[in-house]
């Protein structure tokens, strides 16, 4: 019996193996979720100054007149430098790093300066582990499980990248697009045609929100990562699923956003951003989108 095998025939061991790799999964989500929106500010700004010195050498500006680029020259990626304590500088070793255990082992302190590490790091690891856990029980150890899964982490780190930046990057929501496109000539969960419609309509339909919106009232309601996140999902899910994915995350999206106004005074110009709810609803549906699917189709007849 190969290992794969004995894991697809033991439904603990699969569970057990997702979970610590999910666990794993969720120490480095961290690391891209604080790292791939400095990395995309740090690109932005190096393509602006290299425009303006275009602009000024076409116009034979004086060298004095030279932008340039005061951010440090060493190399700043998912990989590069290695992670530290943002107080001291402190190294961050490997056995400092092991998902939930250092935390707790260090009592949520920089083991160099005694600062305080933010809870939300062994939060996220633990909320991967859980969803992806979720994921294989519901699933069981099949490949949709294991797509399910990898899905699973991208949706987590768009969620929390939207939520502290209110956006949504073309490097995660272009991948699970073609994730989803290539899954469909298995099919995994939807059939290629579901998955080509799926991504077209559900790109078009906030688009075409948006521009009815911003028509109406002269402000953009929404960024244009929701609509490559709503077409990743069509193409993951197929378009039927598209329906209930709009309908959850409207619910949800409206609830909160009504619920952060009243409760906390939050100005109503702040901007909420959408892709949480989006993920979430598409998360939902793919494990429960068939059961979705009946109460919606039920509820509108």
């Not at 519901?138 to 969620?159: E, H, N, R, S, Y």
Request: hydrophobic share 50%; net charge neutral.
């Amino acid at each position: 019996m190969t290992l794969l095998e004995f894991i697809q025939s033991n439904a603990f061991v699969f569970y057990t193996v997702t979970a610590f790799i999910s666990l794993m999964v969720g120490s480095f989500l961290n690391v891209v979720i604080h790292r791939l929106p400095i990395m995309m500010e740090r690109g932005w700004r190096d393509g602006v100054i290299e425009y303006l010195n275009d602009q000024q050498t076409d116009k034979k500006a004086a060298p004095d007149l030279q932008f340039r680029n005061e951010l440090p020259a060493e190399p700043f990626n998912i990989a590069t430098p290695r992670s530290r304590c943002p107080q001291c500088d402190h190294a961050i070793t490997a056995m400092q790093n092991i998902p939930i255990v250092s935390y707790l082992k260090l009592g949520g302190k920089c083991a160099g300066c005694k600062a305080g590490i933010s809870i939300r790091y062994p939060v996220i690891e633990f909320i991967t582990m859980l969803l992806s856990v979720i994921v294989a029980w519901k699933l069981g150890p099949t490949p949709a499980a294991v797509l399910g899964i990898v899905v699973t982490w991208f949706l987590v780190a768009m969620t929390m990248i939207d939520f502290d930046h209110q956006l949504l990057p073309d490097s995660l929501t272009l991948p699970l697009m073609w994730i989803g496109l290539l899954a469909a000539l298995v099919p995994v969960y939807a059939d290629l045609q579901s998955a080509v419609v799926g991504a077209a309509l559900g790109y078009m339909v906030l688009w075409t929100i948006y521009q009815l919106f911003k028509l109406i009232t002269g402000k953009e309601g929404m960024g244009f990562g929701d609509f490559k996140l709503l077409a990743a999902l069509g193409a993951l899910l197929g378009w039927q699923s598209l329906p209930v994915i709009i309908l959850l995350s409207s619910l949800v999206g409206a609830v909160v956003g009504i619920t952060l106004i009243v409760v906390t005074k939050r100005d109503k110009n702040i901007p909420i951003p959408f892709g949480p709810y989006l993920a979430a609803a598409g998360w939902l549906a793919m494990l429960w989108g068939d059961d979705l699917s009946t109460w919606y189709y039920s509820a509108l007849s």
